[in-house]
């Protein structure tokens, strides 16, 4: 697992590293094939930000917290991302326990008893509750225009399609009050 520093508007302590290292290489108890991590640490006025990345064989995972003291927002950032590769990974042991019991029934064998006393478990799609549809016409505009819309509208983001690109695109608020762009690749 290779682990990435980099400071924004503030240097990297020694001190930080060693508190840092021991606790990141931890999380390989709840994800195995982790491929890096990334800590980017930044000030902003009096706060330090902490966001912490993890590639997990493909799957980013991302925390972040922001207070006075770096070990604390380090802290936070990193039990956020735990709580994410923890409920990643009971995901993928129920999903692994859901398809032996549908292969070892689909084979005409007797399904374990322990299985056959449990309630049915919801799938991944029955997690999600989609609880409201919208259609968006996309009229072709630029990444400011739609940032302005945005504004205009009171929301965080923005789906729009760039007229030059020819592609479609989102602007976001950021924490910090400036603005992000999203341009989606397929692949």
Known sequence: MRINYQGRNTSIANTFRLHAEPRIQGL?????RIIDVKVVVSQQRHLLIVEVTVNADGTLIRGEDRSAEILT??????????????RNKDKLVERGRRDRAKDVGA???????????????????????????????????????AALQMDMLGHDFFV????????????????????????PEIG
Do not use: C, W
Request: glycine share 8%.
């Open 28 to 32: 390989s108890q709840y994800f195995d």
């Open 73 to 86: 927002s380090f802290d936070k950032a990193l039990d956020r991302v735990e709580r994410q590769l923890r």
């Open 107 to 145: 084979t005409g064998g007797e399904p374990v008893a322990a299985q056959q006393d449990e309630p049915d478990l919801p799938t991944d799609q029955d997690d999600i509750n989609i609880v409201r549809t919208k259609s968006h016409v996309l009229k072709p505009m630029s990444p400011k225009e």
């Open 160 to 183: 729009f399609f760039d007229g030059q690109t020819e592609r479609v695109g989102v602007v976001y608020k950021r924490h910090d009050g400036d603005y992000g762009l999203i341009e």
